[in-house]
Every structure is written in structure tokens, then in C-alpha cells.
């Protein structure tokens, strides 16, 4: 069964697009189908693998009703790009009669095709963000390193206690948060303490270290097992994937 995994924070800088990217390589270096999807009208996550004026995009099928523009980055590897008039689609969606649905609805005939696919959100609880949840089995939640990101993670939890009620998508499952951008520090070690007490397992052992070899990837358009294959970055990313699988593994029993 394909794995869809939605990737969100309503905050910006945590870490989403990078975990798809590398994520999403990750999975794809273990032979499995991937592919993305750039769910965000800022569309970093098209940048970041060279996609910059993409001859379609999500919004073209999620409001146009045009077919999906996948993009093979790699072999087993694809994406779905966005454009900036993806801002435009949740004013769109909002009358649209399957305007919670949209994304599903359009990924259904396509998604056996994959063994995961990955979703890549804007920072924001919206109506994008709500599409992205309807269609996904999964949530993973980056929480950058500092104490300021880690606040507001109830009202993440609170939305997705809203997918999963009133029959909307009853086994959307929450993967866990994992920290980004940790370095040797107090504070670092202390925001991780402090998720473990509050969360406790739903916190994944994986921690994302700040590494400036994935702060550099998205201009040479490419992901870190590529640009950077003995990093700290693609060690960490390997080590989340692993984690992943083993999570999902234990969610299947």
C-alpha cells in the first residue's frame, strides 16, 4: 500500500522542504518508487531540484482539471512542481464542491504507481495544508531547534485530531516530530528533553544536524546524497529514513 506522507509546520524554516528532498532520496536509494509533490505556492521545493518555469503544474490539475505533470528527476524519483499561482488556489478551492478533496481526488489514479510519495506544504494551517492531510496516510512534523518553533505544535496536533474526526480521514496517523538544525548546545538538548517529556515516543530518536552542506544543495539543484554523500546531512537523512520505515513497520502490525 502507498505510503502518503505529509509533511507540515506552520511555521516557516523548520525544515519541510529540505526533509522531502532528502527524504524522499533517502527512500528512493532503498529502491523505493518516490515521488513529491510541491504542495507550497513558494514552489522551493521545484527551485531546489532546478524546476523554475514548469511547463504544468499542481495547481493545473488540482483547479484546471488537467493531467498531472510528473517530472523524473531520477529513476524512481519524480516530482509534481508548483508555480506562485498556487496562492491562488485555496480562494479557488473554497467554492470548488470537492474543495477539501482536491488533492486526493486527483492523486488517486496515479498514487499505486509509487511506493511513497511525499508532500511538501506552505507554513500556514490552511486549506492547502488541509488537502494535503486528506489525501495522506501519515504526518511528520520537522520542529527546528530553538524554542520559539517549538511553540504552536498543539495546534498541529489539533488539526490533524480534526482530519482524523467526523469520518474526513479516520487513519491519518501521525509518524512523529523530529528536530532540525540541532547543534552541541544547551538550548538543543533542552528542547529535546523538553518534546520527549511532552511527547514521548511520537519524538523520533533522529535529530537533523545543522550542516551547511544542505543549507548549499538547493542552489546547485540537487540533494544531498548527490552534492554532499558523506555529510552529515545525507548521514542524518539516512538514519531518518531508516527510522521511517521502521515506524511505519510497527503502524502496520
Keep these: 500500500m502507498t505510503k502518503v506522507i505529509t509533511i507540515i509546520n506552520h511555521k516557516g524554516g523548520t525544515g519541510k522542504t529540505t526533509t522531502t528532498i532528502n527524504l524522499g532520496k533517502a527512500l528512493q536509494l532503498k529502491n523505493y518508487r518516490v515521488l513529491l509533490i510541491d504542495f507550497d505556492p513558494q514552489a522551493n521545493l521545484s527551485q531546489s531540484l532546478g524546476q523554475f518555469q514548469p511547463e504544468s503544474s499542481i495547481y493545473a490539475s488540482i483547479i484546471e482539471n488537467k493531467p498531472l505533470h510528473i517530472i523524473s528527476i531520477a529513476e524512481n524519483f519524480s516530482l509534481i512542481p508548483a508555480e506562485l499561482n498556487l496562492a491562488e488556489a485555496e480562494s479557488k478551492l473554497l467554492t470548488h464542491p470537492e474543495g477539501y478533496y482536491r488533492l486526493k481526488s486527483v492523486l488517486d489514479p496515479t498514487r499505486e504507481s509509487y511506493d511513497f510519495i511525499l508532500i511538501d506544504c506552505p507554513p500556514s494551517l490552511a486549506l492547502l495544508t488541509f488537502n494535503a492531510c486528506f489525501a495522506s496516510t501519515h504526518v511528520l512534523i520537522p520542529v527546528q531547534s530553538q524554542f520559539l518553533a517549538t511553540q504552536g505544535l498543539h495546534t498541529i496536533i489539533d488539526l490533524l485530531k480534526t482530519v482524523q474526526t467526523g469520518f474526513i480521514n479516520p487513519n491519518l496517523r501521525l509518524l512523529g516530530l523530529f ?30 544536524r545543522k550542516n551547511i552542506a544542505l543549507a548549499e544543495c538547493p542552489a546547485v539543484g540537487q540533494d544531498i546524497f548527490t552534492y554532499a554523500p558523506h555529510s552529515n546531512g545525507a548521514t542524518d537523512y539516512q538514519k531518518l529514513a531508516e527510522e521511517v520505515l521502521t515506524r511505519l513497520e510497527l503502524d502496520s502490525k
Design 179 to 208: 528536530l532540525t538544525m540541532t547543534e552541541r548546545t544547551v538550548l538543543s538538548q533542552s528542547i529535546a528533553e523538553s518534546l520527549g517529556k511532552e511527547y514521548g515516543k511520537k519524538l523520533l530518536n533522529t535529530v537533523i
